[in-house]
């Protein structure tokens, strides 16, 4: 059976700060991002209504933001799994006490090649990617180490009529084995890919709670699987690089910046994002100072 879902309508011409509830929201963008007061997510883990009030927030924000949240492991997984089951990742190691809590520590030590300077959807690689993530500061450089997140349903709103028409039906590949497994030794790179093959999604999804339409390609995606088609190929060129150059437009329209917000780092801030309508990127600035995130992501369903 079919889903009946009401989208969401957009940003506001005027934002301001308000109060719902016990929680103070102050918007940060006219289009992304809502940072949050008065509120201690200890408690939102052991109270139904504030954390209801909670992901309602976020459900409209897309990402919320809060200081000075001196929790514990415990209370940052438990507040996670309100929203549903944690996953791991096969690439990045967990806390050994805390399956679940990825460690994103990077200092002098930290290998090379885990970077995460590129805009991206965490997970898209697997079947069902991440529903979003809670991500707490441990150790911030004293400037630099930023975040920006992007609102991919604004994104697909603003495409150009003709574009939204062209990419309806379109599908595309996501891969870890193009990116994580990019470092690794052949087999490997091989060993991954089969644990993980290639996923395949909906170049627009509809987000499963509010209806929203959003452009679901990102740093993982590596090319259209159902692109080669007499509607959309003439001659050669109009596939290769015809494809390809669609598909790199796609993708630059995460770096609008009418489309995100920004997010400078201290301890114990942390960042809720709702990863089925964005993007971000870490940006890494700060080398030699060192940076440690503490990340629980939450599974999420196959997007349609």
């Not at 460690?103 to 997970?123: F, M, V």
């Not at 039906?169 to 470092?183: K, T």
């Not at 959003?214 to 699987?225: K, P, R, W, Y």
Request: glycine residues 6%.
């Amino acid at each position: 059976m079919e889903k009946t879902l009401t989208p969401v309508q957009g940003a506001p011409a005027l934002v301001r700060a308000h109060s719902r509830g016990s929680v103070k929201v102050e918007p940060l963008t006219c289009t992304i991002g809502a940072e949050l007061s008065g509120v201690h997510l200890g408690d939102a883990s052991r109270d139904d209504d504030l954390f209801a009030e909670i992901k309602a927030l976020l459900l409209r924000h897309k990402v919320l933001f809060l200081r000075d949240q001196d929790i514990t492991r415990a209370e940052h997984i438990a507040f996670a799994e309100r929203f549903g089951p944690l996953e791991d990742h096969p690439v990045a190691g967990s806390d050994p006490e805390h399956p679940g809590l990825v460690r994103i520590y990077k200092d002098l030590d930290s290998p090379a090649e885990h970077y995460e300077n590129a805009l991206h959807t965490d997970g898209t690689w697997r079947e069902a990617p991440a529903m979003g993530a809670v991500l707490r500061c441990v150790e911030s450089p004293p400037v630099g180490g930023d975040t920006i997140w992007i609102n991919m349903a604004e994104a697909y709103r603003r495409l150009p009529e003709h574009i939204k028409a062209q990419i309806q039906d379109l599908r595309a590949r996501h891969s870890i084995e193009a990116s994580f497994g990019a470092v690794m030794p052949p087999e490997k790179r091989h060993e991954l890919k089969a644990r993980f093959p290639d996923a395949e999604h909906p170049v627009v999804r509809t987000h499963p709670e509010t209806g929203e339409r959003i452009l679901f390609v990102n740093s993982f995606t590596t090319h259209f699987v159902n692109f080669h088609t007499p509607e959309n190929v003439r001659f050669g060129q109009d596939y290769a690089p015809g494809a390809g150059l669609l598909l790199n437009y796609l993708l630059s329209q995460a770096a609008v910046p009418e489309y995100q917000v920004r997010w400078r780092w201290q301890p114990n801030s942390v960042a809720i994002w709702d990863n089925r309508s964005t993007q971000h990127y870490a940006v890494q600035d700060y080398w030699p100072a060192v940076r440690k995130m503490e990340r629980a992501g939450i599974v999420g369903d196959r997007p349609f």
